[in-house]
């Protein structure tokens, strides 16, 4: 297979797109596919657009009107203006008929039931599954997000390095907020010696804890704003 060459522009947020593209070239098959579940207006921070401006094909769902009426046009991209729900996450993909069952990548990024999608998804076996994680939260806390489109909360890395574990995936890589995995008959084609959350989560600005101080009062440290603002200021040191 010839490598997948990445455009000169990076859409990704943190670093994504690199990672993406040096994980596909890792694989002994590709297909050519990709889905991405939340795929805003299929260009900002978007974690396929560079797949798809290096011929793939792609399958981009998106609920919000305003962002879908944006994605462009392209003969390669299929779209759908739908709110991903996890009992319907899989009938979804099943109208696209021409999508392998084991695509080579999956994006979720719904900011929020991010977990409970990709549960959903299974017998699909994408090859790679990038899938967003709440960074606010600590390695030891293992947390799921109520089944609740209202709640907007995410669940934690290690929750969703559990569920990956079951549904027979592997952690490869990282970053701030996102968590990439591949399938498990791949993965010695990776390298790994340590796949740990402790050795592979290294981008932790966005970690805040909580404890309480001898009178009782909450204190915060770490990171003490939102992440999801724009332009969130850099972390201050703990």
């Known amino acids: 297979m010839q490598p997948l060459k990445r455009p000169a522009r990076d859409y990704s947020q943190w670093g994504e797109q690199a990672m993406i593209f040096d994980a596909l070239n890792k694989l002994p098959e590709r297909d050519g596919w990709c889905v991405d579940i939340g795929a805003g207006d299929g260009v900002t921070l978007s974690n396929t657009r560079a797949l798809i401006e290096a011929g793939y094909n792609a399958v981009l769902?998106?609920?919000?009107?305003?962002?879908?009426a944006k994605i462009p046009d392209d003969p390669r991209v299929r779209k759908?203006?739908?709110?991903?729900?996890?009992?319907?996450?899989?009938?979804?993909l099943s109208r696209f008929a021409s999508l392998p069952i084991d695509y080579d990548f999956l994006s979720i990024d719904v900011d929020g039931l991010d977990y409970q999608i990709w549960k959903s998804l299974f017998p699909h076996i994408p090859k790679l599954v990038m899938v967003e994680f709440n960074p606010t939260m600590d390695e030891t806390l293992e947390f799921i997000q109520q089944a609740d489109a209202t709640t907007d909360t995410g669940s934690?890395?290690?929750a969703i390095v559990r569920l990956a574990n079951a549904l027979g995936y592997e952690l490869i890589a990282t970053t701030a907020t996102n968590a990439l995995f591949v399938w498990e008959d791949y993965f010695d084609h990776f390298g790994i010696r340590d796949n740990s959350i402790r050795a592979l989560w290294t981008d932790r600005r966005f970690m805040s804890w909580v404890f309480y101080d001898y009178t009782g009062r909450a204190c915060v440290t770490g990171f003490r704003e939102s992440p999801w603002t724009i332009n969130a200021p850099a972390t201050p040191d703990i």
């Open 61 to 68: 769902i998106e609920g919000s009107p305003a962002k879908f």
């Open 156 to 158: 934690s890395l290690p």
């Open 80 to 92: 759908l203006c739908e709110m991903v729900k996890p009992e319907s996450a899989r009938s979804m």
